[in-house]
């Protein structure tokens, strides 16, 4: 039976989330039996259809062969090598038609928004069974599960799921490890990271931003926050 997925958020995570599923399904087997049903996103369509095609860091959109994947829009949806999937621009979650419209079952909650149980229950609002958030949730009541780690405290009946942060996912793994051999009693952190869309490409003010959250993120080192190291004491 495949499982119907909705991506809330086309940005960095949910373009390579669809990427990343749509491999799954070309080679078959048991995690081939999920696919993209609908995507909700602010932007149009032929912007989110560019971006899935030509990425700076993976590089253009390719078939395990090394043949380019055709990516196309409508007036409302993406076509990838022909397969439509709607697009939607709905600011509210609550009111995302995809269940009824597309039988979306689960969510991959990827706008950076609903970070919480409360947030992401306007998903299940609008009739999806679960939600995947793909960030450290602000919350705890929400579980956050690092595959390989702490996968086994899921149950059949969380409804709302957060997978944490590439740093959790980094250090998680590492960290039980220690934990399971060694004991750890107390622990600090620090992480370096690529830049991302909050830093600045050149030199400039920025709203409140002070000293090195102003200058190039290319060139210079920047101080930033994460939730990386309480999200790691979750799992």
């Not at 078959?28 to 989110?48: F, M």
């Not at 269940?99 to 991959?108: R, T």
């Not at 620090?190 to 909050?198: D, F, N, P, S």
């Not at 002070?210 to 290319?218: D, F, I, K, V």
Request: include cysteine.
């Amino acid at each position: 039976m495949t499982v119907k997925i909705g991506i809330n958020g086309f940005g960095r995570i949910g373009r390579l989330a669809f990427r990343r599923i749509f491999e799954l399904q070309a080679r078959g087997g048991q995690a081939g039996d999920i696919e993209v049903a609908a995507i909700n996103d602010l932007t149009t369509p032929a912007t989110l259809a560019y971006l899935l095609k030509y990425d700076s860091t993976h590089g253009t959109f390719r078939h395990d062969d090394g043949t380019p994947v055709d990516v196309k829009a409508t007036e409302d949806s993406i076509v990838v090598d022909g397969k439509e999937y709607k697009v939607y621009a709905e600011k509210d979650a609550n009111n995302i038609p995809w269940v009824k419209n597309d039988g979306v079952e689960y969510v991959l909650e990827c706008t950076g928004f609903y970070t919480s149980a409360e947030k992401s229950q306007a998903h299940l609002n609008a009739g999806a069974k679960k939600v995947l958030i793909s960030a450290p949730a602000k919350d705890d009541v929400t579980p956050t599960v690092v595959f390989g780690v702490n996968h086994k405290i899921l149950k059949a009946s969380d409804k709302i799921v957060s997978a944490g942060s590439c740093t959790t996912n980094s250090m998680a793994a590492m960290v039980k490890l220690l934990d399971e051999k060694f004991g750890i009693k107390a622990g600090f952190m620090t992480t370096i990271h690529a830049y991302t869309g909050t830093q600045m490409l050149l030199d400039g003010p920025r709203g409140t931003k002070t000293g090195r959250n102003l200058r190039a993120a290319g060139i210079n080192t920047i101080a930033h926050s994460t939730g990386a190291a309480k999200a790691i004491g979750k799992v």
